[in-house]
């Protein structure tokens, strides 16, 4: 018997034929994908240009704020006020922090802040869970219409009489400021909550249940950490609230030790003259937080969104 020479080629009789019928993209349909993409890439041009012209919005008002951060009184009196300034004043940074006695203003504000988006995020989402499953109860229905109901009323209008309530309950001090946080965020948040849980499905909350769940557990281990997306919108938007909320600080809080930064920034606007400098330098000292919360939780918030919008 004579032996066949091996041509070291191996034939899949299961593969796709490379016959001259056969396209080079149906045998690589990996190739194809990869060639589509690319194709169906393209950047718009005249879109990206007209995006980091709309940037300089941003850009410029933050490049006049730094400015005049780093400038002098007599620096600021001439030019227009975009030159860069030579030399650079980097004392104002100095005198403003002991000026609005920065590190205590600082504490009152983060225990404000911070306990403004806790308390959103909890009491938001339970009343937007309380209302999302029992929504054929008409006492659940006619709740959420009060709430949204609260939504078209101007707050400067309730504001006075709040103040009144709060003084009597002794409540003038940073606890009733987050109070007011709180029960203000309501509306809206349970608005953008109840969209999300209802697109959560109820058979995870019926398969916790016959393992002997309770209510309480359901939404603590199951509904809460499925809410991640929208709990990340809600904090930033309870952070960007409370840290920056001048009205009921200046009107609630009774000591003017415990006062907030942006109400303690007020001392450089005198009746007659306002030191820019040291105004200046103190925006940007107590915006840096907002800057720091906006990049760690920028990439989060967005793809929290996308999630939500695959759900």
């Given at each position: 018997?004579?032996?066949?020479?091996?041509?070291?080629?191996?034939?899949?009789?299961?593969?796709?034929?490379?016959?001259?019928?056969?396209?080079?993209?149906?045998?690589?349909?990996?190739?194809?994908?990869?060639?589509?993409g690319r194709e169906g890439y393209k950047v718009?041009?005249?879109?990206?240009?007209?995006?980091?012209?709309?940037?300089?919005?941003?850009?410029?008002?933050?490049?006049?704020?730094?400015?005049?951060?780093?400038?002098?009184?007599?620096?600021?009196?001439?030019?227009?006020?975009?030159?860069?300034?030579?030399?650079?004043?980097?004392?104002?940074?100095?005198?403003?922090?002991?000026?609005?006695?920065?590190?205590?203003?600082?504490?009152?504000?983060?225990?404000?802040?911070?306990?403004?988006?806790?308390?959103?995020?909890?009491?938001?989402s339970l009343v937007a869970y309380a209302i999302?499953?029992?929504?054929?109860?008409?006492?659940?229905?006619?709740?959420?219409?009060?709430?949204?109901?609260?939504?078209?009323?101007?707050?400067?209008?309730?504001?006075?009489?709040?103040?009144?309530?709060?003084?009597?309950?002794?409540?003038?001090?940073?606890?009733?400021?987050?109070?007011?946080?709180?029960?203000?965020?309501?509306?809206?948040?349970?608005?953008?909550?109840?969209?999300?849980?209802?697109?959560?499905?109820?058979?995870?909350?019926?398969?916790?249940?016959?393992?002997?769940?309770t209510t309480w557990q359901v939404f603590r281990?199951?509904?809460?950490?499925?809410?991640?997306?929208?709990?990340?919108?809600?904090?930033?938007?309870?952070?960007?609230?409370?840290?920056?909320?001048?009205?009921?600080?200046?009107?609630?809080?009774?000591?003017?030790?415990?006062?907030?930064?942006?109400?303690?920034?007020?001392?450089?606007?005198?009746?007659?003259?306002?030191?820019?400098?040291?105004?200046?330098?103190?925006?940007?000292?107590?915006?840096?937080?907002?800057?720091?919360?906006?990049?760690?939780?920028?990439?989060?918030?967005?793809?929290?969104?996308?999630?939500?919008?695959?759900?």
């Amino acid at each position: 018997m004579t032996a066949l020479p091996l041509t070291g080629r191996r034939t899949n009789s299961a593969g796709p034929s490379n016959s001259p019928g056969t396209s080079n993209s149906a045998a690589n349909p990996l190739r194809r994908k990869n060639r589509s993409g690319r194709e169906g890439y393209k950047v718009n041009w005249w879109l990206t240009a007209l995006m980091l012209v709309a940037s300089l919005t941003v850009l410029l008002p933050l490049y006049f704020t730094v400015a005049m951060a780093l400038k002098s009184p007599d620096q600021i009196g001439t030019g227009t006020g975009l030159e860069w300034p030579s030399p650079v004043n980097w004392e104002n940074f100095g005198a403003a922090y002991v000026a609005t006695n920065f590190p205590r203003a600082f504490m009152s504000t983060a225990f404000v802040t911070v306990l403004s988006v806790l308390g959103s995020l909890a009491c938001s989402s339970l009343v937007a869970y309380a209302i999302a499953r029992n929504w054929n109860r008409k006492f659940f229905r006619g709740s959420f219409m009060y709430l949204l109901s609260a939504m078209f009323i101007p707050f400067p209008v309730i504001i006075l009489p709040l103040i009144k309530q709060t003084a009597l309950l002794g409540l003038d001090n940073p606890g009733g400021v987050v109070f007011l946080h709180v029960l203000g965020g309501i509306s809206f948040n349970t608005l953008l909550y109840i969209a999300f849980v209802r697109s959560i499905p109820v058979e995870l909350e019926e398969s916790a249940r016959l393992d002997g769940a309770t209510t309480w557990q359901v939404f603590r281990k199951i509904i809460f950490p499925l809410l991640a997306p929208m709990n990340a919108t809600v904090g930033i938007f309870a952070f960007l609230g409370s840290w920056n909320d001048f009205l009921l600080p200046q009107m609630m809080i009774a000591d003017p030790a415990l006062q907030t930064l942006p109400v303690v920034q007020m001392l450089f606007q005198g009746e007659f003259n306002t030191n820019y400098s040291l105004a200046f330098a103190s925006y940007l000292m107590a915006m840096a937080p907002t800057l720091v919360v906006y990049i760690l939780a920028q990439r989060w918030v967005l793809s929290g969104v996308m999630r939500g919008a695959v759900k």
